[in-house]
T-cell receptor, first 108, second 118 residues
Framework: GQNIDQPTEMTATEGAIVQINCTYQ??????LFWYQQHAGEAPTFLSY????GLEEKGRFSSFLSRSKGYSYLLLKELQMKDSASYLC?????????FGSGTKLNVKP | DTAVSQTPKYLVTQMGNDKSIKCEQN?????MYWYKQDSKKFLKIMFS???????INETVPNRFSPKSPDKAHLNLHINSLELGDSAVYFC?????????????????FGSGTQLSVL
């Protein structure tokens, strides 16, 4: 089976840094993706990792450790518009398996 | 131009009815998907088509029947709607390569169809 775990909800302050963790146990692995989903909208792609290490894209970074089945999404200089759900997804030969998402609340 | 478009945005209907959701993508992708997002925001794959052929069917009740007339379209027909079918249904497309190399396999989602069965 596929098991992908994320915290349900997190709160952080505008301007701060927040780390959203994701652990996975899947029968196969070909990459890990992060998506952002604002309330009432479709998920949109943020970042991906296929090799171990840190990938940086502006204010967003994502880290992967395949041996530990672990990834995190790091958001820096938080802005109010970053309030959204963040979905971790494991890609395995044409299938994306999603975690239930972490709802991030950014407060002033 | 919208990359993945699905209609309708909202669908409210009575139990027992039959309804369809349409999806079209103009990205030239070979693979299209239907995902269901429940009230807990869990996104679960239902079907996947590659070049009009069904490649993934994740134990979805046979009341749900996808149809792909060509690789740019994937429609979803639902028979005998039940209360538990209430959810948001997302269409998506991607260009998979099997092994992620540059993230090109990423999914592009439609705006979703909120289905409410009364």
């Amino acid at each position: 089976g596929q098991n992908i775990d994320q915290p349900t909800e997190m709160t952080a302050t505008e301007g701060a840094i927040v780390q959203i963790n994701c652990t996975y146990q899947t029968s196969g692995f070909n990459g890990l993706f992060w998506y952002q989903q604002h309330a009432g909208e479709a998920p949109t792609f943020l970042s991906y990792n296929v090799l171990d290490g840190l990938e940086e894209k502006g204010r967003f970074s994502s880290f992967l450790s395949r041996s530990k089945g672990y990834s995190y999404l790091l958001l820096k200089e938080l802005q109010m518009k970053d309030s959204a759900s963040y979905l971790c997804a494991v890609y395995n030969f044409n299938k994306f398996y999603f975690g239930s998402g972490t709802k991030l609340n950014v407060k002033p | 131009d919208t990359a993945v478009s699905q209609t309708p945005k909202y669908l409210v209907t009575q139990m027992g009815n039959d309804k369809s959701i349409k999806c079209e993508q103009n990205l030239g992708h070979d693979t299209m998907y239907w995902y269901k997002q429940d009230s807990k925001k869990f996104l679960k794959i239902m079907f996947s088509y590659n070049n009009k052929e069904l490649i993934i069917n994740e134990t979805v009740p046979n009341r749900f029947s996808p149809k792909s007339p060509d690789k740019a379209h994937l429609n979803l027909h639902i028979n005998s709607l039940e209360l538990g079918d209430s959810a948001v249904y997302f269409c998506a497309s991607s260009q998979p390569t099997g092994i992620s190399k540059q993230g090109t396999e990423k999914l592009f989602f439609g705006s979703g169809t909120q289905l409410s069965v009364l």
